[in-house]
């Protein structure tokens, strides 16, 4: 059983729903972004969704972008993205890392060498964001080979005909987009994201996250009771990128991350 589908599996007997905060691997500088995956996980997060570094992110709202950016320009790369993952693996060997990105890195490095590599750093899972589930038949069959799953993004525009497709190819858990358009966005309707998830349901018992919308404990916690799993990307690296680092890494980190101990509090009461 993948790490992914134990997580999941142990969390549902816990009735608890998981806690997945993104962050893009290298922002604000790299030197911190392992100590960033750590922080979070002591304020509760289940998986951590690390960011490729793109120069088009395209599904991206303007938080997101700017931090693709940051990283960027300290040359933080899919290689370095692996670094960290092995890094933070040294002393945490509980915690899920899936990596979220675009396939152009990906295919440049190949899909062969980047599963092999991935594995060996502790890679659990990959989201590509721009994969069309027509083209991901062979990039699964290789992840799978070496024990990484496979995730994909639903959308509330994504017909029923491709939620089976996907489904059929995805393991480890499915990432919902809560709202229509690029990250960041919107208020949420929870009667709409209600409607959406339970058309999902009848194509797949693989646990479905929820993104796209989720600000505070209290956007989280109404959330929670729909999913497995929420998740949390524009509000903390909003925070990260305001922080004042003045004070020293062991000072600020924590501080800005007190925001996923906080939907950890509110998810979990």
Known sequence: MSRLAALFASLKTQGRKALVPYIVA???????????????????????????????????GPVIQLAHERALAHKVSLT?????????????????????????????????????????????????????????????????????????????????????????????????????????AGNLDISAVTQLLNNIKTHTDLPITVGFGIKDGASAAALAPLCAGVVVGSALIERLASADRSQGDSVWIPSVLSLIGEMRVAIDA
Do not use: W
């Open 26 to 60: 290298g922002d604000p500088e790299p030197s911190v972004t392992v100590s960033i995956m750590h922080e979070l996980v002591r304020q509760g997060a289940d998986i951590i969704e690390l960011g490729v570094p793109f120069s088009d992110p395209m599904a991206e």
């Open 80 to 184: 370095m993205a692996l670094a960290m993952v092995a890094e933070f693996r040294e002393t945490d060997s509980k915690t899920a890392v899936v990596l979220m990105g675009y396939a152009n890195p990906i295919e440049r490095m190949g899909y062969g060498v980047f599963a092999e590599r991935a594995a060996a750093a502790g890679v659990d899972g990959l989201l590509t964001v721009d994969m069309p589930p027509e083209e991901a038949e062979e990039p699964s069959r290789v992840l799978k080979a070496a024990g990484i799953d496979n995730i994909f993004l639903l959308a509330p525009t994504t017909d029923n005909t491709r939620i089976a497709k996907i489904a059929a190819l995805a393991s480890g858990y499915l990432y919902c987009v809560a709202l229509k358009g690029v990250t960041g």
